[in-house]
């Protein structure tokens, strides 16, 4: 599918990489990039061939959230128009976290407002030493609304979510690290690189196993801890009833590589 603000490349093994392109407006989206990025992830949920994706940015920023210039547009739908909006703003973020693929975010310069909720949604984050995680909200009346403040607490804390949301300051990649908001940090202009390197060590491992990680991992960070122990024990016997789970132990005992097949 042609977008007019998306690039879709398909590396080998299922890896697919997925580009947020205005860089004039540090990837900002208006309306219709909102839109073709609803349609490029959900066209990848359902892809059966896909095996990781991977989410960046062209040009100088990863992505600097809603376009400010288009705010306007927004105010005018009025409060229940505009929930009814942000829902679907949401459910592409909600879909990045869902999907039973992994997802990892190379991210390059600025990931600000919703360019750092989109990048709290995936599953890894790969950052150049230069990014910067920025959510600057409060200084235009508005809070993190599209997963900021449920997704950014869930991974830092109480504590460090307020100091990121209410005092509005950026935070650096090295630190970024050390808070668990980073995966991994490397030299400018290398995320992509990593990233792709990283989606390939996924990519070699079993797909359904790991979207069922997936699954039960984010499904565990909402329940009681026995709860969590039933999901693993559900996950645990349908993945013992896949062809792929046949194939991994006997690729194992004969001491080759496995050819998985997604069933």
């Known amino acids: 599918m042609g977008y007019e603000h998306l690039t879709v490349e398909e590396r080998e093994g299922g890896v697919r990489i997925l580009t947020l392109n205005r860089p004039e407006r540090l990837n900002a989206w208006n309306a219709r990039m909102r839109q073709e990025m609803r349609e490029a992830v959900e066209e990848a949920a359902f892809d059966p061939d896909l095996r990781v994706l991977v989410i960046t940015g062209a040009g100088k920023a990863f992505s ?3 376009d400010v210039g288009g705010m306007g547009d927004l105010t005018a739908l009025g409060t229940r128009g505009f929930r009814a909006h942000a829902r679907g703003i949401h ?3 909600d879909t990045v976290e869902a999907m039973e693929v992994p997802v ?3 991210i390059e310069g600025v990931a600000a407002g919703g360019g750092f909720e989109l990048a709290l949604s995936c599953d890894f984050r790969v950052a150049g030493e230069s990014a910067r995680f920025v959510m600057p909200e409060a200084k235009v009346g508005l809070i993190p609304g599209s997963g900021g403040c449920s997704r950014l607490v869930r991974h830092v804390g109480l504590g460090r979510a307020k100091e990121l949301v209410m005092l ?6 090295p630190r970024a690290v050390e808070l668990g908001l980073a995966t991994e940090v490397v030299p400018d202009g290398g995320a992509v690189q990593a990233a792709v390197a990283m989606a390939a060590r ?3 491992l079993a797909p359904l196993a790991l979207g069922m990680a997936k699954l039960v991992l984010n499904t565990c960070t ?3 801890a026995e709860t969590g122990r039933r999901l ?3 996950g645990q016997s349908v993945l013992k009833t896949t062809d792929d789970h046949r194939e991994g132990a006997t690729a194992f005992l004969e ?3 496995p050819s998985w097949q997604g069933r």
Not at 168 to 173: D, H, I, P, T, Y
């Open 104 to 106: 990892i975010a190379a």
């Open 222 to 224: 909402d329940v009681d």
């Open 168 to 173: 509005g300051g950026s935070l650096k990649a």
């Open 91 to 93: 459910a592409v973020f």
């Open 64 to 66: 600097a959230g809603e």
């Open 202 to 204: 996924l990519a070699k």
């Open 255 to 257: 001491k080759r590589p």
């Open 232 to 234: 693993e024990r559900l």
